[in-house]
């Protein structure tokens, strides 16, 4: 893990490897879900509005000063980044 991350979130290497996992996590959950979305409502829509919830999780990863804040954050940016297969 980043020997910056873990001095800047003040935290131990393990809390910075969940990152990947909740990353992860949020696209598995998000992914069964997206075929029944993408098929009753309009695909454009959907991609224009999770392209917008990415950027506000992004975002919001970069500016934020709490692991635990950091964490769902990235969990968001995995919810949002699997609208990108529509």
Known sequence: ASTFLVDYFHTNPTMIQLTFTSWFAGSMIVNPVLGI????LCRKKIL????????????????SSDIYLFLIARFLQGAAVTTIVI
Not at 37 to 40: A, I
Not at 48 to 63: D, V
């Open 48 to 63: 224009l509005t999770t392209g917008l919830f990415f950027m506000a999780a992004s975002l919001y990863c970069a500016f």
């Open 37 to 40: 979305l993408s098929d009753n």
